[in-house]
């Protein structure tokens, strides 16, 4: 098992920018997909960004397309959620997950196929 740690939420502004950060221990983080996964009060877990696991493929929910970066420094270990121009509808506890499979070189999208998390950290986008 990979063990994952999310740092970086906090409150921010409308129109406002975030960074967060998931630090991966244990497995080889450079051998596995990486995604990024929010959940809002009173509504599923929903996937927001992915990436494989060389960082050549990266895949984005339609609601964050275009303001959100996802990007690896594998040396590091480290997995990184850039978020700009936040709206409300943003804030939620964002996790960050490890797929069950490693060395697939196709971004994974669905709750199933990770098979470890972070305990989360919340975002909170309101003035």
């Known amino acids: 098992q990979v063990q994952l740690v999310e740092s970086g939420g906090g409150l921010v502004q409308p129109g406002g920018s975030l960074r967060l950060s998931c630090a991966a221990s244990?497995?080889?983080?450079?051998?596995?997909?990486m995604g990024w996964f929010r959940q809002a009060p009173g509504k599923e877990r929903e996937f927001v960004a992915a990436?494989?696991?060389?960082?050549?493929?990266?895949q984005y929910a339609d609601s964050v397309k275009g303001r959100v970066t996802i990007s690896r420094d594998n040396a590091k270990n480290t997995l990184f959620l850039q978020m700009n121009s936040l709206k409300a509808e943003d804030t939620a506890v964002y996790f960050c997950?490890?797929?069950?499979?490693?060395?697939?070189?196709?971004?994974?999208?669905?709750?199933?196929?990770?098979?470890?998390w972070g305990q989360g950290t919340q975002v909170t986008v309101s003035s």
């Open positions: 997950a490890a797929d069950r499979e490693p060395w697939r070189g196709v971004t994974v999208t669905t709750v199933a196929e990770f098979g470890s």
């Open positions: 244990g497995r080889a983080f450079s051998r596995y997909a």
């Open positions: 990436i494989n696991w060389r960082g050549s493929s990266t």
